[in-house]
């Protein structure tokens, strides 16, 4: 089956550093997301990527659709105390599917 | 965004007893929805996709008779978690969207502990 691969696991960094994390995968997605979860909360929703090549911000969160369709990545600037969480990318194959295959996830801590 | 409302948020239940767990869509209706479950430290692990008005497709590897869905309407799917044994204990997470944009937005998450 697909896997996406993503890293770095896990991410300690200063306050007001910048962060990026990235998926790679075996095969091509057509739509790109990245979720933050939060200890005991379900995964919420910050960039969906739907074009090859896509480039959305959202705040101080820009992500990227990779060109190839095979990889993503989600900058975070500035990062902040509250930035802290694990954070997920998940792609869909294509069309007749609304399965999602997720990333093992980006754990990061951000010291104040 | 969409509104995904699960139902209950944490549930304590005897070894044997089954528990059922609610996922509303409350702005759209959505005729597929799907049931994660996750253990510690780990990333999401599909378990169903539950589709309004017919049979869930269960992954491989997951009992459909210990873990019943039901999508009787467009905005809600139960599980149910059927005789609980102590390692179902678990956060079971549910999602659902609308078909355009092809978006999934999460509930809560239901925190199973059996005892």
């Known amino acids: 089956g697909q896997q996406l691969n993503q890293s770095p696991q896990s991410m300690f960094i200063q306050e007001g550093e910048d962060v990026s994390m990235n998926c790679t995968s075996s095969s091509i997605f057509n739509t790109w997301l990245w979720y933050k979860q939060d200890p005991g909360e379900g995964p919420v929703l910050l960039i969906a990527?739907?074009?090859?090549?896509e480039l959305t911000s959202n705040g101080r969160l820009t992500a990227q659709f990779g060109i190839t369709r095979k990889d993503s990545f989600l900058n975070i600037s500035a990062s902040i105390p509250s930035d802290v969480g694990i954070y997920f990318c998940a792609g869909r194959p294509g069309a007749g599917s609304y399965q999602l295959t997720f990333g093992k996830g980006t754990k990061l801590s951000v010291i104040p | 965004g969409a509104v995904v409302s699960q139902h209950p948020s944490w549930v304590i239940c005897k070894s044997g007893t089954s528990v059922k767990i609610e996922c509303r869509s409350l702005d759209f209706q959505a005729t597929t929805m799907f049931w994660y479950r996750q253990f510690p430290k780990q990333s999401l692990m599909l378990m169903a996709t539950?589709?309004?008005?017919?049979?869930?497709?269960?992954e491989q590897g997951v009992e459909k008779d210990k873990f019943l869905i039901n999508h009787a309407s467009l905005t809600l799917s139960t599980l149910t978690v059927t005789s609980a044994h102590p390692e179902d204990s678990s956060f079971y997470i549910c999602?659902?969207?609308?078909?355009?944009?092809?978006?999934?937005?999460f509930g809560a998450g239901t925190r199973l502990s059996v005892l």
């Open positions: 990527l739907y074009k090859a090549g």
């Open positions: 999602s659902a969207g609308p078909s355009n944009p092809n978006i999934q937005y």
């Open positions: 539950s589709n309004e008005g017919s049979k869930a497709t269960y």
